[in-house]
């Protein structure tokens, strides 16, 4: 596959996950519900690890955002691992709030490497892209650990609008970065036929 096609299939797959994930996070007293959303949290975690993975192989040159997107897998693959793993919920917890950190850090790290050149196409997309990405991650890793602290207390789950909200700027955020990897993509792909 084309480096160029793999990126943009990639940050497609991510956005998907990122979305599937927003949905999981809507919050049920259902016990049903409550493990409909725990599958599809888990596709949605393993499309997002599959993108940023794709992503990141598609970029051939070191850079801060092949970085941050292999941050970002990493930080998925942790969360999936927090929701599989048979282990005490406090761990498992521990493990998502964790993946949730690592995720907004790739963010962060991939956001560094757009500004370089802001001006070139997509650029804006990809900085508000990244910004939302760690922004939303960042949001839910601290309502997971709302939750965690309420658990010891039983004060219930307050963490959990923090988590939605994060959830969906996430999501945004991930959409955004779509739009501006099509832009980049178009925009190298035109300036290497102008030099043939």
Known sequence: MDNQVQEIVGAVIAAIGTILSAVSSIPSQSVRI??????????????????????????????????GNEIQSIGNITVIAGLVLDLEEENEEKLVITGNWLQALGGAVALGDEFEDPTAAGQLYNIYGNLLQSIGNSLQAIGGTINLREKGADAG???????????????????????????????????????E
């Open 34 to 67: 409550v493990e409909l959303f725990k599958g599809l949290d888990i596709v949605g975690n393993t499309l997002q690890a599959a993108g940023n993975a794709l992503e990141a192989d598609g970029q051939r040159e070191p850079s801060l955002e092949k970085l």
């Open 157 to 195: 789950n307050s963490g959990d609008i923090v988590i939605f909200i994060g959830s969906w700027i996430q999501a945004v955020g991930s959409v955004l970065s779509v739009i501006g990897q099509l832009q980049e993509e178009n925009q190298e792909a035109s300036d290497k036929k102008d030099k």
